[in-house]
């Protein structure tokens, strides 16, 4: 668990289901991330962060401190192997829309990236995003991040065609 002045990184319980369900089923919210997820789906993507736990990854719920509001799912986990940046530490987050534009995308990964250079010995954090997610590739400048000149590629498993399909990679090197 991590906290910082108003948010609680957490790992998701059993109460978060519905929450992360109807954040990952909202079109605004994964317009420029991809397609809404059903509950099969949803519960997938918190599978999928379990199972990179045993390494200490894995996304955390960002639950806002104040009334235990959950807001959004971020962290760091392993890049996937279908992408230039596997294996790498990656970060990412997505943040409900009621709670947008309050800064706490911004607060919640500058902490989570403080913990991974606490806790590995990777030369850099990554991540990555649609070329058309602008919203996105801000917040990475803000957190520090530049874009890697080599790290634009067509994401294999978003059909060709696909507005969300040419990705591009940011990384922060190491302090």
Known sequence: ???TGRLILRLPELRDRAALHAMWADP???AELGPVKD???SDAVIAKHDGYRHEGLGFW????RSDG???GFCGLKRGDAHNPIAGEIEAGWIIDRPHW???YALEAMIAAIDWGWTHFDAPCIVAITSAINIKSQRMMARLGMHRL????????????GDPL???????????
């Open 101 to 103: 534009r309050q800064g």
């Open 149 to 160: 000149a080599d790290g634009d590629y067509d994401h294999p498993l978003i059909p060709v």
């Open 69 to 71: 509001a959950m807001l």
């Open 1 to 3: 668990m991590i906290t």
């Open 39 to 41: 509950e099969a789906a």
């Open 165 to 175: 399909r040419p990705m591009v990679t940011y990384a922060i090197d190491r302090p």
């Open 28 to 30: 605004a919210v994964m």
């Open 61 to 64: 719920v960002v639950e806002r």
